[in-house]
């Protein structure tokens, strides 16, 4: 697929794709959500990359939404479909992408973007981001998964509150709350999230992609998260990088995983 509304930079082992509709402030619609889509799944099969980050283009944006042009005159039928195809291609598809994803939250994330955001499995926040679900102000509920995740994140009762006021936090509030996991200043964004990426990428990426998966059965109501771990921790046993991981322990020098 030839990108319209994202584009991948790819540097050493880590790749970033920044969603590019500055104008609409990066609102996701059909064909961003689907671009997406082909985009985590083309890096998530590159054995190279370990880590990605996601950001939103421009200085005011991270994602101010789903479009709202695109849904606005949806039947019944039709808005059910675009959550459960959101969630499918993209929601729940990074969530549980084997490779571990930071979202670079670089302004507003709002509606689909909070919960792109949230979707991520973390987030550090620029201190002019703002982070909200407002989709009760226009009639409809969140339904990329933020009536699940929010809660997750942030406790019921704060869930309840961000969802039924349509309210934004800011990007202090949401490191108080553990919606992010670190607020520095805009240009700084990056780069943290590059360090990050880079004490990631130190480690075992089969072992980490078990421990993504062991980590988000807990949060799922088919899954049993103690079982899942149990299973995912003695396959670790079987792994190349298991036998790299132990042995450079024992030789006093540093892992070099073959990713396998
Ligand atoms: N869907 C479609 N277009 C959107 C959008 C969305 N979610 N969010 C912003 N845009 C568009 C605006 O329509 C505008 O387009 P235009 O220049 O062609 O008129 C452009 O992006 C810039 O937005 P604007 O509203 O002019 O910027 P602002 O600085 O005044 O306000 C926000 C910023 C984020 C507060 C405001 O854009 C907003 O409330 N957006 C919708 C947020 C929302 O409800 N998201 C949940 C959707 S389910």
């Given amino acids: 697929m030839d990108y319209e509304n994202i584009y991948i930079e790819e540097e050493s082992n880590l790749a970033t ?3 590019d509709r500055p104008k609409k402030l990066n609102a996701l619609n059909k064909r961003t959500i689907e671009e997406l889509h082909d985009a985590f799944n083309e890096l998530d099969a590159d054995k190279n990359i370990q880590v990605i980050i996601i950001t939103g283009s421009g200085e005011k944006a991270f994602v101010a939404g789903a479009d709202i042009s695109e849904f ?4 019944v039928a039709d808005g059910g479909k675009l959550a459960a195809k959101g969630q499918e291609l993209l929601f729940d598809f990074v969530a549980n992408l084997s490779t571990p994803v ?3 939250v670089n302004g507003f994330a709002l509606g689909g973007g909070l919960e792109l955001a949230m979707a991520c499995h973390f987030r550090v926040a620029s201190y002019n981001a703002k982070m909200g679900l407002p989709e009760v102000s226009l009639g409809v509920i969140p339904g990329y998964g933020g009536t699940q995740r929010l809660p997750q994140l942030v406790g019921k009762g704060r869930a309840m509150e961000m969802i039924m006021t349509a309210g ?7 490191l108080d709350y553990g919606l992010v996991n670190y607020v520095v200043e805009q240009e700084e964004l990056v780069p943290l999230c590059q360090k990050l990426a880079g004490k990631i990428s130190n480690n075992s990426p089969v072992a980490i992609s078990q421990a993504i998966k062991a980590v988000n059965a807990g949060y799922s109501y088919d899954t ?3 079982a899942t771990e149990i299973e995912a921790f ?3 046993f079987g ?3 298991f036998k790299e991981g132990t042995t450079a322990f024992l030789e006093k020098r540093k892992a070099d995983f073959p990713g396998s």
């Fill in 102 to 104: 930071i979202a670079a």
């Fill in 168 to 174: 934004m936090v800011s990007a202090e509030k949401a």
């Fill in 72 to 75: 606005a005159h949806f039947s």
């Fill in 234 to 236: 003695g396959a670790c």
């Fill in 239 to 241: 792994t190349n990088d």
């Fill in 224 to 226: 049993n998260g103690y």
């Fill in 17 to 19: 794709i920044t969603i």
